[in-house]
């Protein structure tokens, strides 16, 4: 944890004057409990600046080829990351997840899966409907809106939870969940973009 609030600290003083960051809708965020953030993805820059606007903990998924570099591994494990295998269903990431949230902690997702540098968001993996249906967490859409260039104003924005009330009774699929999730996150985006 003290890594974590150190690392934070440290990229949020050379992030916030060289990005310009806006962070908006903090108070979106449940002070306690589990929560899904979800985000669209844009740059490889994102989990930090994620990090550091949230006012939580959040504990990210990584690609697990990033834990094999030396160094990098043992940082990500200290900051709160955990491996995820890439193309195929990954039970122990899918387990380590839902233990997370089952902690009442903040689970960070970008649910396109890789970056989309068009900056139009993509498809979502269905992994996100998965952890929003097995799991009570609040879901709170995030939207990043670049570019990622010094001096010009990157803004972050959280909305309102989702409610998947419906969903949960209707027994729906991890594919719909995902689906209404990424619709809710074009929407903030296209809200905030103009």
């Not at 993805?41 to 006012?55: A, C, E, K, L, R």
């Not at 504990?59 to 491996?83: C, D, S, T, V, Y």
Request: hydrophobic share 40%; net charge positive; glycine share 10%.
């Amino acid at each position: 944890m003290k890594l974590y609030k150190l690392a934070k600290s440290l990229v949020a003083v050379a992030f916030y004057p060289l990005y310009r960051i806006q962070v908006v809708g903090k108070s979106n965020i449940p002070k306690n409990g589990p929560v899904i953030i979800c985000s669209n993805h844009i740059s490889n820059m994102d989990p930090p600046v994620v990090g550091i606007t949230s006012p939580r903990t959040i504990h990210f998924m990584a690609k697990e080829e990033l834990f094999q570099k030396k160094g990098i591994g043992a940082l990500l494990r200290n900051i709160h990351a955990f491996p995820i295998k890439r193309g195929m269903r990954d039970r122990n990431a899918l387990r380590n997840g839902l233990d997370i949230l089952k902690q009442g902690e903040v689970l960070g997702l970008f649910p396109e899966g890789s970056r989309q540098k068009t900056g139009e968001i993509g498809e979502g993996l269905t992994g996100v409907g998965f952890f929003a249906l097995r799991s009570e967490a609040v879901v709170v859409p995030c939207a990043i809106i670049g570019p990622y260039k010094p001096g010009k104003r990157l803004k972050v924005a959280y909305g309102s939870p989702i409610d998947l009330t419906e969903f949960r009774e209707n027994k729906s699929s991890a594919k719909e969940v995902t689906d209404y999730i990424m619709e809710s996150i074009r929407q903030l985006h296209k809200f905030h973009q103009e």
